[in-house]
Each structure stands twice: as structure tokens, then as C-alpha cells.
């Protein structure tokens, strides 16, 4: 025979189970499953669970970008390059394909028309005049308000709100068409 108090944790237990098992249903059916998925005879499909990795991969990337680009102000490259040049160089190293000029790297992504919205790793536009509206150089964010580019002195690192570059500034992309090598 069992106490009234133990009848009572029983019960609650067993509420407990049937609210588990209840919202594990809820979540199964509110899971998009893949055609593939299905079995032959009508069977129900299996569940497919994705790990996904910690990191999203666009941060991984833009990282990556940064660390290059770092590794490269401390031991500037052999070749001789310009400055779109260098920005491709830089993201095929780390696994990333852009194009060539500096105008098609300009349209990659959506334009960041304010330099406190930029993030390690995007590009960074300017023109010739504060009065030009088309892109002729880039370089790659670093943060702080810094820009490693290759400029006609060499590999250097610059801040967007220097009087000389900040109204040459057009905008920054974060590249979003930029494909995995």
C-alpha cells in the first residue's frame, strides 16, 4: 500500500513525463523535413539533426581575413601588386575568391555608408577627390578605425579618419558574393 504523499510524487511525476514526451512531439512536427528524408512506403521520416560549427561562418571568414591580413603587415608579400590586387591576394589566402578591379570588388556586397558600421575583414572604398564619386583604391578593415592597404609607399595601415583619407572615403561591402575557393 502506498502513503498518500508518495501517491502524490508519483502523480506529479508522471505529469512531468507525459509534458516531455508532449513538448518532444511538438518540436518532432514542428521540424521541416527534406523530401529526402522520407522513406519508401509512407513511412515517417527521420529526424536529421546538423551540427552546425560555433561560429557562424561569415565571422570565421572575416577572422580570417583579419589574421591574414595581419600576418601580412608583419611579413609584406613577395609579389608585386596593386591595391585591389592586394585585397584579392589577402582573401584568396584565406580561402575566399573576389574579383580582380577595384570597381567590381565594390560591388560584392552591400555598401556600409558609415565607418563605425564596419567589421574586421570588410573592404574599404575611396576615390581620388573628396569630390569623385567612383571607387579607385581599397584596402581591408582592421578595426579601430584602420585600414591596411597598399598604397604607392608601400604596405601601411591608416586611419579612415585621417584628414587626408576620411573625405576620400566612400563606403565599405562586407562581401557577400564571394565564393569559397
Same mark, same amino acid.
Given at each position: 500500500?502506498?502513503?498518500?504523499?508518495?501517491?502524490?510524487?508519483?502523480?506529479?511525476?508522471?505529469?512531468?513525463?507525459?509534458?516531455?514526451?508532449?513538448?518532444?512531439?511538438?518540436?518532432? +512536427?514542428?521540424?521541416? !523535413?527534406?523530401?529526402?528524408? !522520407?522513406? *519508401?512506403?509512407? *513511412?515517417?521520416?527521420?529526424?536529421?539533426?546538423?551540427?552546425?560549427?560555433?561560429?557562424?561562418?561569415?565571422?570565421? +571568414?572575416?577572422?580570417?581575413?583579419?589574421?591574414?591580413?595581419?600576418?601580412?603587415?608583419?611579413?609584406?608579400?613577395?609579389?608585386?601588386?596593386?591595391?585591389?590586387?592586394?585585397?584579392?591576394?589577402?582573401?584568396?589566402?584565406?580561402?575566399?575568391?573576389?574579383? +580582380?578591379?577595384?570597381?567590381?570588388?565594390?560591388?560584392?556586397?552591400?555598401?556600409?555608408?558609415?565607418?563605425?558600421?564596419? !567589421? *574586421?575583414?570588410?573592404?574599404?572604398?575611396?576615390?581620388?577627390?573628396?569630390?569623385?564619386?567612383?571607387?579607385?583604391?581599397?584596402?581591408?578593415?582592421?578595426?579601430?578605425?584602420?585600414?591596411?592597404?597598399?598604397?604607392? !609607399?608601400?604596405?601601411?595601415?591608416?586611419?579612415?579618419?585621417?584628414?587626408?583619407?576620411?573625405?576620400?572615403? +566612400?563606403?565599405?561591402?562586407?562581401?557577400?558574393?564571394?565564393?569559397?575557393?
Amino acid at each position: 500500500m502506498t502513503r498518500p504523499g508518495k501517491r502524490m510524487v508519483l502523480y506529479a511525476g508522471g505529469l512531468l513525463l507525459v509534458c516531455v514526451v508532449v513538448a518532444l512531439v511538438w518540436t518532432v +512536427r514542428g521540424v521541416k !523535413h527534406d523530401s529526402a528524408a !522520407h522513406t *519508401k512506403g509512407g *513511412k515517417s521520416p527521420s529526424v536529421v539533426i546538423t551540427v552546425a560549427p560555433a561560429e557562424p561562418v561569415a565571422q570565421y +571568414r572575416q577572422d580570417t581575413i583579419y589574421k591574414t591580413t595581419e600576418q601580412l603587415l608583419a611579413e609584406p608579400p613577395d609579389q608585386q601588386l596593386d591595391a585591389s590586387a592586394f585585397v584579392q591576394y589577402v582573401y584568396a589566402r584565406a580561402g575566399i575568391s573576389l574579383p +580582380r578591379t577595384v570597381q567590381e570588388q565594390a560591388q560584392t556586397g552591400t555598401p556600409i555608408s558609415d565607418p563605425a558600421q564596419l !567589421h *574586421k575583414g570588410d573592404l574599404v572604398f575611396f576615390s581620388d577627390s573628396p569630390t569623385d564619386t567612383q571607387v579607385t583604391f581599397d584596402g581591408i578593415y582592421i578595426g579601430n578605425d584602420t585600414v591596411a592597404a597598399l598604397t604607392t !609607399h608601400g604596405l601601411q595601415t591608416f586611419k579612415i579618419s585621417d584628414a587626408y583619407w576620411q573625405p576620400l572615403f +566612400r563606403f565599405g561591402v562586407t562581401p557577400s558574393q564571394a565564393s569559397s575557393g
